[in-house]
């Protein structure tokens, strides 16, 4: 089944003159699939995995998520359906320092209470946080701060924190990025889990260790596939 196609998409930035960062993209990704993205530094993935979670809008193009095209909503809309169906793991750290992983992972929900659609309550959304953690074999983890733990465990915190709305596709831009080998292979064994629980997969990496785990690759430069 088709989960998301990207037609046509170009993103223009001026610096100086006009430039596409990205230029012309189209992508297809079936539920399953576990994608990676790669290419060298200023090459537009960055860009593009922005345009397909909805935080970059393209200069022209479509990105269609389970059949809904997401510039065609309202910002409101957009908004819900994509924290909905969209998982993101932004790079660098993005865990907040004074709330220990359990609360950091259940975020969301206290951000956006209409993102918990089970209506769970405070307890339930600890013990569903606390569940994915187990699942993950890193619920040692859960009352830890972020200064606590290890750069590899905050990422793969981070990475658990994008699954609470039960997301159909998960977005990670460079995972992996400044971690020793052995916490990249934490990470991406993470990843490998999570996708075949059954969660879709499109990580933007420079790093062909990380892409060798990917069951698609594709290689950008210049803003184009290649
Ligand atoms: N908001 C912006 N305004 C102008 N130019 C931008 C903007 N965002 C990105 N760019 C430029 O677009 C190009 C693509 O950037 P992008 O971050 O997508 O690349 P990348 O492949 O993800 O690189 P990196 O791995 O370093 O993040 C770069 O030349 C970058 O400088």
Redesign the pocket.
Known sequence: MMLLTIKNIRKD?T?GKVFS?VDNVSLSLDAGDFACIM?K???????LLNIIAGIVTPTNGRVILDNTDIYSLDDKHAALFRNQNIGYVPQGGSLLANLNAIDNICLPFYLYPQLNQQRLGHQQCMDRALALLEQAGISYLKSMFPAQMSGGEMRRVAIIRSLICSPQLVLAD?PTNDLDEDSSQDIMQLFQRINQQGTTLLI?S?DSDVACYAKQQFKMAAGKFV
């Open positions: 930035y610096r960062a290419g530094s200023g090459s537009g993935k960055t860009t460079e933007v420079h």
